[in-house]
């Protein structure tokens, strides 16, 4: 059973970049596509990024300038970056995995809470 | 981007009430659309896939359908553990994009 957890700073200041990390055990990560998805507090869930299997990646063009995720598969971890933070960057960040690369997402991590602030 | 559009954003029903959430995309999306289910603190459960498709594990009282670009999620009897928010999101085109929730609440 693949499992996926996220981890990373829960408070970053403004202007700075957030870095989170998606541990994902249970599985290979090469055999899967993913994606981060976040969800301000009590808004609606928005899709930032997706990781082929292949390593290439696509974003939203709302948060392209800004955005970078990688993998590191000797660790089975991808990541996310987002630099130049503003406080609606605040939200739940999801790491989920898209099984067969459809596009929706069958398996999620719990979700970790980043709040920007000074 | 694709506007998904909820409806109701919060309905109340009983045990054993046939319940319906709508979802409407703003441009076509043919059957690629999803249901999820998030109750508070956890993380969205995938529900149906490709408007109609049920996955695995997923009660057979959750039901998708879908007429033009208006897509439907039915519950045909409502159960307490029902109780939860409940999303769209279409992947035709990119950027992916989320319903803004349907929140279900047992009478």
């Known amino acids: 059973q693949v499992q996926l957890q996220e981890s990373g700073p829960g408070l970053v200041k403004p202007s700075e970049t957030l870095s989170l990390t998606c541990t994902v055990s249970?599985?290979?990560?090469?055999?899967?596509?993913w994606s981060w998805i976040r969800q301000p507090p009590g808004k609606e869930l928005e899709w930032i990024g997706y990781?082929?299997?292949?390593?290439?990646?696509n974003y939203n063009p709302s948060l392209r300038s800004r955005v970078t995720i990688s993998v590191d598969t000797s660790k089975n971890q991808f990541s996310l970056n987002l630099s130049s933070v503003t406080a609606a960057d605040t939200a739940i960040y999801y790491c989920?995995?898209?099984?067969?690369?459809?596009?929706?997402?069958?398996?999620w991590g719990q979700g970790t809470l980043v709040t920007v602030s000074s | 981007d694709i506007q998904m559009t909820q409806s109701p954003s919060t309905l109340s029903a009983s045990v054993g009430d046939r319940v319906t959430i709508t979802c409407r995309a703003s441009?076509?999306?043919?059957?690629?659309l999803a249901w999820y289910q998030q109750k508070p603190g956890k993380a969205p459960k995938l529900l149906i896939y490709?408007?109609?498709s049920l996955q695995s594990g997923v009660p057979s009282r959750f039901g998708g359908s879908r007429s033009g670009t208006e897509f439907t999620l039915t519950i045909s009897s409502l159960q307490p553990d029902d109780s939860a928010i409940y999303y769209c999101?279409?992947?035709?085109?990119?950027?992916?994009?989320f319903g803004q929730g349907t929140k279900v609440e047992i009478k």
């Open positions: 989920a995995r898209d099984l067969n690369g459809d596009y929706f997402f069958d398996n």
């Open positions: 249970g599985g290979s990560i090469s055999s899967y596509y």
């Open positions: 990781l082929y299997k292949s390593g290439s990646t």
């Open positions: 441009q076509s999306i043919s059957n690629w």
């Open positions: 490709k408007a109609s």
């Open positions: 999101q279409q992947y035709n085109s990119y950027p992916w994009t």
